[in-house]
């Protein structure tokens, strides 16, 4: 017996005997724990970072500023730490906000190849600057975070997803 279902991409069939149908259906819903992890992981990030008033000073224990000093000798671009420095407080701020914006847009997956993009180029600024000199690299996370968003970059958000919803709502009118 077969049945029919419609995708984000279309329709599809399972086949009583066969079992590409739920394979193929199940691989639609792989990435979603993944958006969930990092969805929430970025806005908690951000939230962390915002109501950290510490963390928003240019200089002091805990600060942006003085995490920006302390690893701009040792960071693969010091000269995107030194971007940074001309304004710490604004760095933050902007580091907070982004984090948020690629959080949300992951969790609800409202354009989520651009906020993976932007999750993407955050943890990669992050890994040539903050945790560069990590030794073995592996113990730094910007790098498996990185690597994290990458897939969601090339896949975006297929299912559940705000994304998907405008879809399936422009496949109707057409």
């Known amino acids: 017996m077969t049945h029919t ?18 394979r193929e259906r199940a691989s639609q819903y792989a ?10 992981t ?21 600060s942006v500023g003085d995490l920006m000093r302390s ?11 030194d971007l940074a420095l001309k304004s710490p407080e604004n760095f933050g701020y902007a580091i907070a906000f982004g984090e948020l914006a690629v959080g949300i847009g992951t969790l609800v997956g409202l354009l989520a ?22 030794e073995p690299y592996y113990y730094g996370n910007d790098l498996a975070y990185l ?12 299912v559940l997803s705000v994304d998907a919803a405008i879809a399936s709502r422009r ?4």
């Open 147 to 158: 690597m994290a968003w990458l897939p969601l970059v090339l896949a975006g958000a297929s």
């Open 113 to 134: 190849r651009l906020a993976a993009f932007g999750g993407a180029l955050i943890s990669l600024s992050l890994w040539l600057t903050v945790s560069w000199q990590t």
């Open 5 to 22: 279902y419609r995708t984000t991409s279309g329709y599809g069939t399972i086949d009583g005997g066969h079992h590409g149908g739920w």
């Open 171 to 174: 496949r109707r009118t057409l």
């Open 31 to 40: 990435l979603v724990p993944l958006r969930i992890f990092l969805g929430v």
């Open 71 to 81: 690893v701009r000798d040792s960071s693969a671009v010091p000269g995107l730490v």
């Open 42 to 62: 970025f806005i908690y990030a951000g939230i962390d970072k915002l109501t950290d008033s510490q963390f928003l000073a240019a200089s002091g224990t805990g």
